[in-house]
């Protein structure tokens, strides 16, 4: 019997890209899903389709950028077994062509919607004595992303944040993940807003292949099921991660051959 069976599961983002690959693959494990999206009409046919599949999902909008909203998304579960905390988007350019408007809207978005969802579910979820918050980061917050500045600098803030509250909630029955993906073919570059740049010049970047979705969704909920504190894939993230660990004098040199690459000097 699926781990996920019976379970209550909230995703957030979950309108497309890994939010809804994991919606689709819970909800076909017995998982009742909860779907929530500023894009509401795409929440909804994410949810119509697994219904029609013989699934249980409902559709909700929310910003997780306000904190109330999401809150109260959370409370009125009443229970919660699994939440996904998926929603973000990129920003991809030159820090010195960025306003502080941007980084602002990133970080209400990819940190501090992160914040809010995860303090929420881990409330409810140490009064229940039990729950898993299972939060996306990317391998750009293990590694740092020169050019996703702002990108990587959130995501490694929801490293953190799961790791603190992983080991505050471990004696409370409450566990917390955080997924540190590599490329993965989500279309967050088709989503992703360009600062004095563009999309073919950001794929022009990425020195390995982009992994596939379905086996994406699989390694994430494995190291779900077996608890992983850091869901790190695929192989070249791990390794690389680990060779940065180790070799740390290794990264300031990638980096300027990055920004030599992109700004078109030799």
């Known amino acids: 019997m699926s781990e996920f069976r019976s379970k ?13 690959g994991l919606a689709e693959e819970l909800a076909a494990r017995g998982a009742i899903v909860t779907i929530a999206d500023l894009n509401l009409a795409g929440a909804q046919a994410v949810a119509g ?9 409902i559709a909700v909008q929310l910003d997780v950028a306000d904190g109330s909203a999401f809150t109260e998304l959370v409370e009125a ?3 919660l077994e699994y939440l996904f905390n998926n929603a973000g988007f ?3 350019g030159e820090s010195r062509d960025m306003r502080i408007e941007t980084w602002r809207r990133i970080v209400d978005v990819n940190l501090m919607g992160v914040v809010a969802g995860s303090l929420a579910a881990y409330k409810l979820m140490a009064r229940q004595g039990y729950g898993h918050i ?6 750009a917050g293990l590694a740092g992303a020169p050019l ?11 490293v953190m944040l799961s790791q603190m509250l992983r080991a505050e909630g471990e004696a409370l029955g409450v566990r917390v993940s955080a997924v540190c993906p590599g490329f993965i073919r989500t279309g967050i570059l088709d989503h992703a807003e360009y600062v004095n740049t563009s999309k073919e010049a950001a794929l022009a970047q990425v020195p390995v292949p982009f992994m596939e979705l379905a086996p994406a969704v699989e390694r994430i909920l494995r190291g779900v099921e077996r608890n992983e504190a850091l869901i790190v894939f695929p ?10 660990r180790w070799f740390p004098f290794l990264a300031p ?8 690459d992109f700004r078109g000097r030799p």
């Not at 389709?49 to 999902?57: E, L, P, R």
């Not at 299972?134 to 391998?139: G, H, L, P």
């Not at 192989?235 to 940065?244: E, G, H, I, P, S």
Request: net charge positive; glycine share 14%.
């Open 134 to 139: 299972v939060n996306i980061a990317s391998f």
């Open 49 to 57: 389709h697994i219904v029609q599949n013989g699934g249980q999902a």
């Open 77 to 79: 579960a009443g229970r």
């Open 235 to 244: 192989f070249y993230a791990k390794l690389a991660w680990r060779l940065l």
């Open 8 to 20: 209550r599961v909230l995703i957030t983002g979950g309108a497309s890209g890994i939010g809804r």
């Open 253 to 260: 040199p990638l980096g300027r051959k990055l920004m030599r």
């Open 90 to 92: 990129a920003v991809f």
């Open 148 to 158: 996703l500045s702002a990108y990587a600098t959130t995501k490694a803030g929801v």
